[in-house]
């Protein structure tokens, strides 16, 4: 295994920025016209002697990662893969002997970084940041004949008028003496004619700044990036102002160099897949820094359609007969109509975001990478994304339990500002309309009529309808009366379930089905919780597996909407009473949805079992029904293993029948009319 | 012929090919163009001819890049310093308008104090500019005042006084203190 770290060298000179921030501090010898200049010097001394680059300075001033050591580990070479974004184009340019190349001469034969400037580019995080980083790469490549052999550093000016190629002979003559010089190459272009395709091509876009008076200065407006590029000329990764490091960049390299060696020794099938859900996600072991994904790559997803018809009229072992709004037309063709409808991006405002996007089909239709939902364009919900499996039983329907029909329900995400962001009902209905493969779909179903209101509702609440997952192995030991379906600690957590945790007081068990909800809305302290002031002053994010960062909370603050406050059934009925209070879940397929309660803040099955074995959090309104548990250690364990008994056998194939369906912006064609042909199956 | 000789001989045949500096200017050469001193004198840059010389263009009112580049250019000059090694420093100004001597003078109090500030008659100091390719914009600021964009890339002069390589922003001091001792052991 090769490593190639940067080791720590010096942040651009550091020590004398600090040194000089201490003489500026006690002289006065500064005339008063200085003063703003003496008050920004200061600023930006403060911020390069600060030892932890990427804190946030008095000033609010930030300085890039790059320059200092990363406050995170970074992560382990070929524990990650880098898809290629595309290809990176070639183009004339000029080197930096005057002669015309192509840029692909100058990449070299194996990886290059490439890299835009211009000469004075006075933007600390800008020219300079990219600088200090291709520095610290080149001085890596001349103590590893290995790296050097690979990579290749070529900046490219965007400024032909001012960066002749003489200029860029003198950038090159910095390595003229030294033990790499040929390792950095600098190019420029002969003139704008030359240049605009290949900022084109690179989508740089680069403006040149005007002043007050409205003439040109020699600024140019443009965002750092910084491509890195394989032998086959294709963009492997782009880096920006906060990822441009040097020990991201040798670990990616690293980790092609890996996946080169492995794809010539063949490429390995895909693992079978642990778990009984099939094809989807597993976030198990997230946080920790050997988790693997076992997701399935989307073209090794197979779709297949299936008669969900059956799921609504004979639910599967466990489950009761599911109760139907009689004027329902719950039919394939209905069916097949409300999940086109789930599955469409168009149905949002700016056309990408559907019902799907937070109800993922393989993350037990809810969502478990966000603790809180977030909607069209980022903008953030203050409720976690609840699954929709097994929805056809909830005599209330959201957290707060404001709706009671799946048809009514459908409007409230299509039209939420934050979440599918359409502006009016009529919006959506004329999208709808306005949409050739939905040609006379609602006429087939609902006696000729229009797209409207009511059908559109009915339709998609058709499809929810069908997403019943159960015969699980519990039921198949409990209601199925197979002794062998589970083990004996779900037995005894079942025990325990109905008596001594008083679990089955609100999640309900009668003797001929389990719905595990009863649907009613009860104040476990959760909701209290989080209208408290939170006065920590740091807030722990997570990046990726086992990486961790504390972020000031002030930082957050700043880029970040705060949640709104959550009163839950109080804000439907305004009875001070029903101040947070929020609907049981159902537990059903409990294991897939993580992270739980209304707001997403427990992240695991094990906290929320200890959650109520403290008996919640005490509040003046916290439910009668909560108390400490005592439950021992290995009662625990016992819930816990029930709660991951309650997967649907029939979940894989609602699975593969949601990676059948179409996500409607594939263009003119009109995929999957009446939902029969499945784009995967 | 040692490397270093070869090496040189290369790259003069190349400053031929791609017209040499000395045809930006006729005469005697930028070398002669009066300018002057933090203290008032006249100074001409053949003065330090002869020398290394780290050359830098910026101005007092520089609210980013300026200190940033004057501080990395003290760091490099101390450590040649207690090196023995000896190196010119220069700072030129683009903005005389504002940079009196007085001002370049306590500008430079807070860097490097061998540091030579120069400033001059506008034509003089464009001759300057122009002889080096530093590109320089007056850029008025909503407050009323006004910065000058400028190329903020170091250069290293030879003894004749012609530039030998670019420094830019972002590379350690620790690098134009190897550049200058490189550049010195290929000169002698």
């Known amino acids: 295994m090769i490593t190639w770290r940067v080791w720590k060298t010096e942040a651009v000179h550091c020590n004398t920025a600090r040194r000089i921030s201490l003489q500026t501090g006690c002289r006065c010898g500064f005339c008063p016209a200085n003063f703003?200049?003496?008050?920004?010097?200061?600023?930006?001394?403060?911020?390069?002697?600060?030892t932890s680059p990427?804190?946030?300075?008095?000033?609010?001033?930030?300085?890039?990662?790059?320059?200092?050591?990363?406050?995170?580990?970074?992560?382990?070479?070929?524990?990650?893969?880098?898809?290629?974004?595309?290809?990176?184009?070639?183009?004339?340019?000029?080197?930096s002997n005057g002669s015309e190349r192509q840029l692909y001469q100058l990449f070299g034969e194996r990886y290059a970084l490439l890299s835009f400037m211009y000469s004075s580019c006075s933007d600390v995080n800008g020219c300079p940041l990219t600088a200090h980083v291709f520095y610290r790469l080149q001085r890596a490549m001349a103590q590893n004949p290995l790296l050097a052999k690979s990579l290749k550093l070529v900046s490219l000016s965007f400024d032909p008028e001012h960066d002749t190629p003489q200029n860029m002979h003198l950038y090159a003559n910095n390595f003229r003496h030294t033990d790499a010089p040929d390792h950095w190459r600098f190019a420029t272009t002969r003139n704008q004619q030359q240049l605009a395709p290949i900022l084109q091509a690179y989508s740089q876009d680069v403006q040149q700044a005007l002043a007050t008076n409205g003439l040109p200065t020699t600024d140019f407006y443009h965002v750092l990036r910084v491509f890195l590029i394989d032998p086959q000329r294709r963009i492997r990764n782009i880096y920006s102002v906060s990822f441009l490091h040097a020990d991201l960049i040798l670990a990616d390299l690293e980790t092609l160099l890996?996946?080169?060696?492995?794809?010539?020794?063949?490429?390995?099938?895909?693992?079978?897949?642990?778990g009984s859900f099939g094809p989807g996600d597993r976030k198990q072991g997230y946080a920790r820094a050997d988790y693997r994904t076992d997701s399935l790559a989307l073209q090794n997803r197979e779709g297949q359609v299936t008669d969900l018809l059956r799921y609504a009229s004979n639910p599967p072992l466990g489950l009761p007969a599911v109760p139907r709004p009689h004027e329902l037309v719950l039919s394939p063709a209905s069916i097949a109509l409300g999940r086109k409808l789930f599955f469409d991006r168009r149905l949002s405002l700016n056309k990408t975001f559907s019902c799907a996007m937070c109800h993922v089909p393989e993350q037990g239709f809810a969502n478990n990478e966000m603790a809180t939902a977030v909607g069209i364009e980022g903008r953030s919900v203050r409720r976690n994304a609840p699954s929709l499996l097994n929805v056809a039983y909830a005599s209330r329907l959201f957290h707060d339990g404001r709706e009671d029909r799946l048809s009514q329900q459908v409007w409230a995400p299509l039209l939420a500002a934050n979440e599918m962001g359409n502006p009016s009902i009529g919006y959506v209905i004329n999208t709808i309309r306005s949409l050739a493969d939905y040609d006379g779909l609602f006429a087939a179903v609902y006696d000729a009529q229009q797209p409207g209101m009511q059908n559109i509702g009915d339709a998609l609440a058709a499809y929810q309808m069908t997403l019943n997952a159960a015969d699980s192995p519990f039921d198949r030991w409990y209601f199925g009366g197979d002794a062998q379906a589970v083990g004996a600690a779900v037995k005894h957590g079942f025990e325990l379930f109905r008596g001594k945790a008083g679990c089955a007081s609100c999640h309900t068990v009668t003797k001929d089905y389990a719905l595990f909800s009863d649907y009613a809305m009860h104040n476990t302290g959760v909701g209290y919780l989080s209208s408290q002031v939170n006065s920590a002053a740091t807030v722990q994010v997570q990046l990726a597996p086992g990486v961790f960062v504390d972020v000031q909370r002030e930082v957050l603050e700043r880029v970040g909407e705060p949640l709104a406050a959550d009163l839950g059934l109080y804000e439907i009925t305004e009875n001070p009473a029903d101040r947070w209070k929020f609907k049981t879940p159902t537990l059903r397929n409990v294991a897939l949805s993580a992270p739980y309660m209304h707001d997403g803040s427990l992240t695991s099955l094990r906290e929320v079992v200890e959650f109520y074995n403290r008996g919640g959090i005490a509040n003046p309104l916290l439910d009668p029904l909560l108390r400490p548990l005592q439950l021992q250690e290995q009662e625990v364990d016992a819930l816990v293993a029930l709660l991951q008994a309650l997967n649907g056998s029939n979940l894989p194939v609602l699975l593969r029948d949601a990676f059948a369906a179409p996500v409607g912006d594939t263009g003119g064609a009109s995929p999957a009319k009446g939902g029969q042909r499945g784009q995967g199956s | 012929m040692s490397p270093g000789l070869r090496h040189s001989g290369c790259v003069l045949l190349l400053c031929c090919l791609l017209q040499p500096w000395t045809m930006a200017i006729a005469g005697e050469g930028v070398g002669a163009i009066p300018l002057i001193d933090q203290d008032g004198a006249d100074f001409r840059l053949s003065a330090v001819h002869g020398s290394v010389v780290l050359l830098l263009f910026g101005f007092t009112h520089c609210p980013h890049i300026c200190p940033l580049e004057m501080s990395r250019l003290t760091a490099a000059l101390e450590t040649l310093e207690s090196r023995g090694q000896e190196v010119k420093a220069i700072f030129i100004t683009v903005d005389p308008q504002?940079?009196?001597?007085?001002?370049?003078?306590?500008?430079?109090?807070?860097f490097h104090p061998t540091i030579i500030g120069l400033t001059g008659m506008p034509g003089n100091l464009d001759a300057v500019t122009d002889y080096y390719r530093v590109k320089r914009v007056q850029a008025p600021t909503t407050q009323g005042s006004y910065l000058v964009d400028h190329g903020n890339s170091l250069y290293l002069l030879n003894a004749q006084g012609e530039p030998e390589a670019l420094v830019p922003p972002g590379l350690p001091s620790s690098h134009i203190v190897n550049l200058v001792a490189a550049l010195q052991e290929h000169t002698h």
């Open chain 1, 54 to 95: 990427g804190q946030v300075c008095a000033a609010g001033e930030l300085i890039a990662p790059g320059y200092g050591t990363l406050d995170y580990v970074v992560p382990t070479a070929g524990s990650y893969a880098l898809p290629p974004l595309g290809g990176a184009a070639d183009a004339l340019v000029v080197d």
């Open chain 1, 36 to 50: 703003r200049m003496l008050r920004r010097l200061l600023i930006i001394v403060v911020i390069l002697a600060g």
């Open chain 2, 98 to 110: 504002r940079d009196s001597p007085a001002v370049i003078k306590s500008y430079l109090s807070h």
């Open chain 1, 258 to 274: 890996l996946q080169e060696r492995g794809t010539q020794v063949g490429r390995q099938p895909p693992p079978e897949r642990p």
